[in-house]
Antibody
Framework: EVQLVESGGGLVQPGGSLRLSCAAS????????MNWVRQAPGKGLEWISY????????YYADSVKGRFAISRDNTKNSLFLDLNSLRAEDTAVYRC??????????????WGQGTLVTVSP | QSVLTQPPSASGTPGQRVIISCSGS????????VNWFQQLPGTAPKLLIH???QRHSGVPDRFSGSRSGTSASLAISGLQSEDEADYYC???????????FGGGTKVTVL
């Protein structure tokens, strides 16, 4: 089955750190660009990071730049997001999402169910 | 505040047609194709429309999309109760090097 499964979320204190993982299965993970998108409780979708298929190209949203780090291990079909210096406003469900298409026609065609990160004292 | 602008809500009776707008700029919708996602309560978003007007695999033909200039729209024809959900538009912004999303539109079937 083609799927993405996130893990690693939990309760963390402000200023703390967490590592999220996304396990891919059922498709050639190393051929796809990937993203992390988060959704605060009751709010809309917010893109936070992109990584190319090889890992050589990375982008971040301004809201997380310098605090979060995206990476991938194509030998293990896994995507990661390291969250540092966490703030209350980082509380959200974090989902990984597959990026298909190319050039001016990118397509986010597969989403994981997400893992909840709660930042609270 | 979201980069792409959508109305917060839309509604219709069963069988009616509902249209959701999505307004952006030259660097996002004006330059790249639009994706539309449906998010049912408590679930992950699902791709409905990609490449402005292409239905994703398994999506009923009641759903259609279009893009013109820096705006896009999603139409739901023959509205059904199972269409009650949040709908999001998204596009890649080549200047920001980021996916930008609309704030979401909650569709209610009256």
């Amino acid at each position: 089955e083609v799927q993405l499964v996130e893990s690693g979320g939990g309760l963390v204190q402000p200023g703390g750190s967490l590592r999220l993982s996304c396990a891919a299965s059922g498709f050639a993970f190393s051929s796809y660009e990937m993203n992390w998108v988060r959704q605060a409780p009751g709010k809309g979708l917010e893109w936070i990071s992109y990584i190319s298929s090889s890992g050589s190209l990375i982008y971040y949203a301004d809201s997380v730049k310098g605090r979060f780090a995206i990476s991938r291990d194509n030998t293990k079909n896994s995507l990661f997001l390291d969250l540092n210096s966490l703030r209350a406003e980082d509380t959200a469900v974090y989902r990984c999402a597959r990026d298909s298409g190319s050039g001016d026609d990118p397509i986010v065609d597969l989403w994981g169910q997400g893992t909840l990160v709660t930042v609270s004292p | 505040q979201s980069v792409l602008t959508q109305p917060p809500s839309a509604s219709g009776t069963p069988g009616q047609r509902v249209i959701i707008s999505c307004s952006g700029s030259s660097s996002d919708i004006g330059s790249n194709s639009v994706n539309w996602f449906q998010q049912l309560p408590g679930t992950a978003p699902k791709l409905l429309i990609h490449s402005d007007n292409q239905r994703h695999s398994g999506v009923p033909d009641r759903f259609s999309g279009s893009r013109s200039g820096t705006s896009a729209s999603l139409a739901i024809s023959g509205l059904q109760s199972e269409d009650e959900a949040d709908y999001y538009c998204a596009a890649w912004d080549g200047s920001l090097h980021a996916w930008v999303f609309g704030g979401g539109t909650k569709v209610t079937v009256l």
